[in-house]
């Protein structure tokens, strides 16, 4: 009899493994093709381990205290690499999709771990839904939001004006003309771009940090 809890135990957990790795690896893969910090294999990862914690859990505390305890200090684990996939510089922040998403795979796995696998599979469907199709409305709205013209001062160089082009052109805006002039001792660059502004702001940064940009402004 015991023989067989214990190989019921195990085909549930395998069971409860082996979805995990289903769920979070579809999520992970759509957050890997779109170049995201957290990945693939992250999102599998923390699945599995949630599963693995709350089902072990489940198993050994017997009715004898609280098994959501393990699920509070999941939620409180999961933030802490949430919180490592945010980035924020000069103004900009990035990354937040990323630590949301990682924060609803922790919950995927715990409600596989407990046993709730259509609301597991259900809860996946729906951030499938929410990353995919939502992101391209996002884009589509973003591109029409803003207009601004980026000034661009750097010391001259033979490829500089074809370096920054590329890194606009590579930020996700819509590239409407671009102009160029010598002023003194610098190159003048006019990018007029259209965009949303926290994609504005992601170029701004960029920008800045590339070695031959002194300086970089903006108007609309």
């Given at each position: 009899?015991?023989?067989?809890?214990v190989?019921?135990?195990?085909?549930?957990?395998?069971?409860?493994?082996?979805?995990?790795?289903?769920l979070?690896?579809?999520?992970?893969?759509?957050?890997?093709l779109g170049?995201k910090?957290?990945?693939?294999?992250?999102?599998i990862?923390?699945c599995?381990?949630?599963?693995?914690?709350t089902?072990?859990?489940?198993?050994?505390?017997?009715?004898?205290?609280d098994?959501t305890r393990?699920?509070?200090?999941?939620?409180?684990g999961?933030?802490?690499?949430?919180a490592?996939?945010?980035l924020h510089?000069r103004?900009?922040?990035?990354?937040?999709?990323?630590?949301?998403t990682i924060w609803?795979?922790?919950?995927?796995?715990?409600?596989?771990?407990?046993?709730?696998y259509?609301?597991?599979?259900g809860?996946t469907?729906?951030?499938?839904?929410?990353?995919?199709g939502?992101?391209?409305?996002?884009?589509?709205?973003?591109?029409?939001?803003?207009?601004?013209m980026?000034?661009?001062h750097?010391?001259?160089?033979?490829?500089?004006?074809?370096?920054?082009?590329?890194?606009?052109?590579?930020?996700?805006?819509?590239v409407?003309?671009v102009a160029s002039?010598?002023?003194?001792v610098?190159?003048?660059?006019?990018?007029?771009?259209r965009g949303?502004k926290?994609l504005?702001?992601q170029l701004m940064?960029?920008?800045?940090?590339?070695?031959?940009?002194?300086?970089?402004?903006?108007?609309e």
């Amino acid at each position: 009899m015991l023989r067989q809890i214990v190989d019921i135990f195990k085909l549930e957990l395998m069971l409860q493994l082996g979805l995990a790795s289903l769920l979070g690896g579809a999520i992970g893969l759509e957050r890997e093709l779109g170049g995201k910090p957290a990945g693939l294999r992250t999102n599998i990862l923390i699945c599995i381990g949630s599963v693995l914690y709350t089902h072990l859990s489940i198993a050994m505390v017997g009715g004898a205290t609280d098994p959501t305890r393990v699920a509070g200090q999941i939620v409180t684990g999961v933030g802490f690499i949430g919180a490592g996939t945010i980035l924020h510089a000069r103004g900009a922040v990035v990354g937040l999709t990323s630590a949301a998403t990682i924060w609803v795979v922790a919950a995927i796995g715990v409600a596989l771990g407990s046993g709730f696998y259509l609301e597991g599979i259900g809860t996946t469907l729906v951030v499938l839904a929410v990353l995919a199709g939502l992101g391209r409305a996002e884009k589509l709205v973003q591109r029409q939001s803003m207009r601004s013209m980026i000034n661009v001062h750097a010391r001259p160089g033979p490829t500089v004006l074809e370096d920054l082009e590329t890194l606009v052109r590579r930020a996700g805006v819509d590239v409407i003309g671009v102009a160029s002039r010598q002023e003194n001792v610098d190159l003048v660059i006019e990018f007029d771009t259209r965009g949303s502004k926290r994609l504005h702001d992601q170029l701004m940064i960029t920008l800045l940090h590339h070695d031959h940009v002194r300086t970089v402004s903006t108007g609309e």
